[in-house]
T-cell receptor
Framework: AQKVTQAQTEISVVEKEDVTLDCVYETRDTTYYLFWYKQPPSGELVFLIRRNSFDEQNEISGRYSWNFQKSTSSFNFTITASQVVDSAVYFCALSVTNTGNQFYFGTGTSLTVIP | GAGVSQSPSNKVTEKGKDVELRCDPISGHTALYWYRQSLGQGLEFLIYFQGNSAPDKSGLPSDRFSAERTGGSVSTLTIQRTQQEDSAVYLC?????????????????FGPGTRLTVL
């Protein structure tokens, strides 16, 4: 069975602080994909990143960075120098190839950046 | 280009009535998904369409829920005899899965959702 756990339900930080959102996944498949989505107050889910299980190289995109560690089944997301516009609910998701294209979402982490 | 669109954006209905929610995927995307997001919850998978293949209906919560995808494009999610627990945001997503990709997973792009309230 596949499962994604985002243990942090809500996080509040002061603007310009760094914040890390945790994501732990479970799967027995060796080929899988991990995703992060952002859901701002407007409600529309915005794709942020996709990684496959064979590529553990960390990725940085501006103030965003992702740390993928297969040894701990984690795919954590760090926002550096947070801004008010980063306030949103962030979802981590897992997709495994043997279930077609079904995604398994975590319950999300609500991030509030205080000015 | 245009993203995934959904209509209506909001729907208020009375318990027991039927509702239809519409999703227009990104042009050229062969895969289409429906999810339900209850207040403060994650996304619950409902149904998945891929090209002309039989849909994956494994996430539909009851036989009151059904979905169609006509002509490989627009999809309609129908909820019959709505109940108060059906109140949620219903999200549609599409992805591009080209022939020959086998089981490759493609990024899903989401619409703005339909907020359904059952009184």
């Amino acid at each position: 069975a596949q499962k994604v756990t985002q243990a942090q339900t809500e996080i509040s930080v002061v603007e310009k602080e760094d914040v890390t959102l945790d994501c732990v996944y479970e799967t027995r498949d060796t080929t899988y994909y991990l995703f992060w989505y952002k859901q701002p107050p407007s409600g529309e889910l915005v794709f942020l990143i996709r990684r496959n299980s064979f590529d553990e190289q960390n990725e940085i995109s501006g103030r965003y960075s992702w740390n993928f560690q297969k040894s701990t089944s984690s795919f954590n997301f760090t926002i550096t120098a947070s801004q008010v516009v980063d306030s949103a609910v962030y979802f981590c998701a897992l997709s495994v190839t043997n279930t077609g294209n079904q995604f398994y979402f975590g319950t999300g982490t609500s991030l509030t950046v205080i000015p | 280009g245009a993203g995934v669109s959904q209509s209506p954006s909001n729907k208020v209905t009375e318990k027991g009535k039927d509702v239809e929610l519409r999703c227009d995927p990104i042009s050229g995307h062969t895969a289409l998904y429906w999810y339900r997001q209850s207040l403060g919850q994650g996304l619950e998978f409902l149904i998945y369409f891929q090209g002309n293949s039989a849909p994956d209906k494994s996430g539909l919560p009851s036989d009151r829920f059904s979905a169609e995808r006509t002509g490989g494009s627009v999809s309609t999610l129908t909820i019959q005899r709505t109940q108060q627990e059906d109140s949620a945001v219903y999200l549609c997503a599409s992805s591009q899965k080209l022939p020959g990709q086998g089981r490759r997973t493609d990024t899903q792009y989401f619409g703005p959702g339909t907020r359904l309230t059952v009184l």
